[in-house]
């Protein structure tokens, strides 16, 4: 895809790469030379959650935020044709990474972003000059309430407990996701959800993404890895969370201090989606932490 247009804060390029027989789709902007930005969006949104942070960033810094399979304008093969594990997902990012050139990058980490991102960090601690942290979790702490038949289905691997989690997969459970915690549903724009749902409603995705839920039993099982490398790497991390998030709670949040005590945690007062209500601040705590820790980052390396 080779449309490119032009736009306040950069040229914002619309691509794909083909990877494991699949097109995945990544938004792209700036240039090589500049400080590297990864974007790693979370369920059940796409890079199309970055659209207004690469606006305001992409003059400054070399982005790329790519769909996962199965997510966006990715491919989407059928459950039974490809394996939707969280380690495959991350090994296609990582690969498209390694042919863009990606080699000393901040991750920003949201959602399923989290574990993706921290995948790829322990298995190549060498190229991650630091994090981004939104609503992203690597703590038991931040596993809520909400988890409950999510970890039912762990339990059992039942399709009963599997039916029980296509409730979350519809229209008003996507717009749950965006609204509850915001301070103000005007400014929380309707296309979030008119993007997301037809995605979601195509055949057969709804197997995709409960095999996912099934196989986000195995990032728990990471997360004292990914701490061990927390401890050992001490990479920079800027954490801003939206606090009244009912999926990652602010509970979530402040254990990344034990094993970071120099993270920077900012508590924002909306939800899940807190680029949505907050993109703005959000935008310049990251052109600050960019700047300060980016570039020193990789002269030490």
């Given amino acids: 895809m080779n449309t490119k247009p032009m736009m306040v804060g950069?040229?914002?390029?619309?691509?794909?790469?083909?990877?494991?027989g699949m097109e995945i789709f990544y938004r792209e902007a700036g240039t090589p030379g500049q400080p590297q930005l990864v974007l790693l969006h979370g369920?059940?949104?796409?890079?199309h959650m970055f659209r207004d942070?690469?606006?305001e960033l992409g003059d400054d810094f070399h982005i790329i935020a790519p769909d996962f399979p199965g997510y966006g304008m990715s491919s989407a093969p059928a459950h039974d044709e490809y394996e939707y594990t969280f380690d495959n997902l991350a090994a296609v990012v990582n690969e498209l990474l390694e042919r863009k050139g990606?080699?000393?990058?901040?991750?920003?980490?949201?959602?399923?972003?989290?574990?993706?991102g921290y995948r790829i960090a322990t298995t190549h601690?060498?190229?991650?000059?630091g994090f981004v942290v939104q609503n992203g979790n690597a703590y038991v702490e931040?596993?809520?309430d909400f988890w409950d038949p999510i970890k039912a289905y762990w339990a059992s691997g039942g399709q009963e407990e599997r039916d029980a989690l296509r409730a979350f997969l519809t229209i008003d459970a996507t717009k749950w996701q965006y609204l509850t915690g915001v301070r103000n549903d005007e400014v929380i724009s309707p296309d979030n959800w008119q993007v997301v749902q037809p995605l979601l409603d195509r055949p057969g995705n709804q197997e995709i993404q409960l095999d996912l839920f099934y196989d986000y039993r195995t990032n728990p099982e990471l997360y004292p890895q990914w701490q061990a490398y927390f401890r050992q790497y001490q990479p920079p991390m800027l954490i801003a969370w939206g606090a009244n998030d009912p999926i990652f709670?602010?509970?979530?949040?402040?254990?990344?201090?034990?094993?970071?005590?120099n993270a920077e945690l900012h508590v924002l007062d909306t939800g899940h989606f807190a680029l949505e209500e907050d993109g703005e601040l959000i935008a310049s705590l990251i052109r600050d932490f960019m700047r300060?820790?980016?570039?020193a980052t990789a002269e030490q390396q």
């Fill in 10 to 20: 950069g040229r914002v390029r619309y691509e794909t790469e083909r990877i494991d």
């Fill in 43 to 47: 369920f059940p949104t796409s890079s």
């Fill in 53 to 55: 942070l690469i606006r």
């Fill in 102 to 116: 990606f080699d000393n990058y901040v991750l920003y980490v949201m959602d399923y972003g989290a574990p993706v």
């Fill in 125 to 129: 601690p060498d190229r991650v000059a």
């Fill in 142 to 144: 931040g596993l809520s």
């Fill in 249 to 261: 709670p602010e509970s979530g949040a402040h254990p990344y201090l034990r094993d970071l005590p």
């Fill in 292 to 295: 300060r820790h980016s570039s």
